[in-house]
C-alpha cells in the first residue's frame, strides 16, 4: 500500500505543470516597458463617465499621468458605443474624434471587455482606462498593468509606480 502512495506521489511529481511565461520586463515588481508617452486604452464606461463629469480626455489625461499620453480606442469599444444608442450619443461623438488612436481588432464579436484583456495580455504596454468593476477585477489579475479610473471628477491611477504624484 505504501508502495502504490508512493508511485502516485512521483507520478504527480513528474506531471508537467503549466505556468504563463512572464515577459522578462516583468522581471522587477513592476512594469518597465511602461514609459512616456503612454498608451491609454480607453473603455466604453470610461468615456461616459469623462463626458458625464465634464472631463477633457487629452487634457485630463496629461494632469493625472504628468507626462505625454496617445488615448486609444478598439474597434470594440466604438461598436459597443454604437449599440448603446441614443443616450450615449455625445459619448460616441468623443470617441469618433480624430485625436484618439484607432486600432483594429481581428476577433469577432464585439464584448469590449474581452477584447481589452486580451490586448493586454499580449502587449503590456498600456494603461487600461475603466470604470468597469468586473474588468478592473479581471485586470488585476494581469501583472504589470495600471488602471485608471474616474474618481471625484478627476483620472485617478493605481499599479504604476511612477504615479507617486498623481491625484488619489
Known sequence: ???????????GARAERNVPAVPAHMFFLHNTAL??????????????????NKLDIPKA?????????????TDCVLGE???LGSKYRVALRVAKDRTFL??????????????????????????????DKDL????????????????ARKYTIERLPEAFMAPR
Open 136 to 151: 478592473k477585477r479581471r485586470l488585476r489579475k494581469v501583472p504589470g498593468v495600471p488602471i485608471m479610473y474616474v474618481h
Open 35 to 52: 514609459g512616456p508617452p503612454y498608451h491609454v486604452l480607453l473603455d466604453t464606461n470610461f468615456i461616459n463617465f469623462s463626458v458625464a
Open 102 to 131: 484607432r486600432l483594429p481588432c481581428s476577433h469577432k464579436g464585439t464584448y469590449a471587455d474581452d477584447c481589452l484583456v486580451e490586448r493586454v495580455q499580449q502587449h503590456r504596454v498600456f494603461i487600461v482606462a475603466t470604470n
Open 61 to 73: 489625461l496629461l494632469d493625472c499621468l504628468y507626462a505625454p499620453a496617445v488615448a486609444c480606442l
Open 1 to 11: 500500500s505504501t508502495r502504490a502512495v508512493d508511485a502516485e506521489v512521483a507520478e
Open 81 to 83: 458605443l454604437q449599440k
